[in-house]
């Protein structure tokens, strides 16, 4: 960043006059070049064009020192360098920041303050849309998630990312998390995608919670339900065995969660237990949960009911 230099005039004033005619000159050569005053709202770099060029601006760009760093979470990864909100961004330069960022910066967005709380107009413009999640700082003042392409076309400067690195930044970065993938997988869809549906995918490929898309198959996601009898009979030891049939059930429970875990990534779980009546213990809950500890350890089979 340098600030502007302005040269004088070169014109004399004559004699017994406090001013001379006509326009001032720092130059004596007719085609000077006089350069574009406006500046990059992040670094602060002058645009290199002439003065009153057409099109949008270009700079070398450099330290970002008049933004700061916001995020719906506490710490800020880029690169190597972690940073947490309200940090300073001077470390970072505008011509390299985005392309630092988790992924490669795979579908980031930047932001800004809204233009109202509850019916934001900029929701039908192309590339912006009202938060779906609060941002520290202010995280009570509304802002707006713009993206990567929206936002240099909103400072009318030219875009210093190369065209992959831009394709990059279109992309959605919902990351599917099925432990079997060997490298990085995220869903095939652009940035904001409307939700797919079983009916969008192709035998290859899986369809992800909230309507994302892996390229690649793997075991589906099930809803399992176990309804487990902890009735009276279920504290009576098994015929030569010293384990009740509960410990039995709960073994077996164990036995298939771990089989499924090894299989699939995100079924959901409900548990419901039984005797003289029903209860439900959970429903829908990750099947990465131990259960056991959260749950089946507290309970006991009834004494003295039965199933009705």
């Known amino acids: 960043y340098a600030e ?10 004559p004699a017994f006059k406090k001013q001379h005619e006509g ?3 720092h130059s004596l050569d007719n085609n000077v ?15 290199e064009y002439s003065i009153g060029h057409g099109g949008k601006h270009k700079t070398r760009h450099g330290s970002m020192q ?5 995020s719906n979470s506490t710490e800020i990864q880029v690169g190597d360098r972690k940073y947490v909100v309200s940090d300073q961004t001077s470390a970072e330069y505008c ?21 109202s709380r509850e019916n934001c107009s900029n929701n039908s413009i192309d590339g912006v849309r009202h ?3 609060q941002y520290h700082p202010e995280p009570n003042r509304p802002k707006d998630e713009i993206t990567h ?9 030219e875009d ?3 065209n992959d690195q831009k394709q990059t930044f279109k992309q959605c970065n919902i990351q599917c998390k099925w432990k079997e993938h060997n490298d990085d997988h995220f869903c095939t869809g652009e940035l904001w995608h409307q939700p797919f549906t079983s009916n969008q995918i192709t035998n290859n490929q899986t369809l992800l919670p909230g309507g994302h898309i892996c390229n690649e198959k793997h075991p589906s996601r099930y809803h399992l339900i176990f309804i487990l009898d902890c009735s009276y009979s279920m504290s009576k030891c098994l015929s030569e065995s010293k384990e009740t049939r509960w410990q039995s059930v709960l073994k077996a429970f164990d036995s298939f969660i771990n089989t499924r875990k090894q299989e699939s990534f995100d079924d959901l779980i409900s548990i419901i237990k039984f005797d003289s009546c029903a209860e439900i213990i959970t429903k829908f809950e990750e099947i990465k949960t131990d259960f056991n500890q959260k749950y089946l350890n507290q309970i006991k089979p009834s004494n003295n009911i039965g199933t009705s």
């Open 4 to 13: 502007p230099i302005f040269k004088k005039c070169i014109i004399k004033i």
């Open 160 to 162: 210093p990312y190369s």
């Open 149 to 157: 392409q929206r936002f240099w076309q909103n400072i009318n400067f």
């Open 23 to 25: 326009l001032h000159k």
């Open 33 to 47: 070049k006089h350069i574009c005053p406006v500046q990059c709202p992040m670094c602060g770099y002058f645009c």
């Open 131 to 133: 938060q779906i999640k």
């Open 95 to 115: 011509n390299m920041f985005c392309a630092n960022l988790p992924a490669s910066g795979r579908g980031h967005a930047h932001l800004s303050y809204c233009n």
């Open 66 to 70: 008049n933004t700061r760093f916001a």
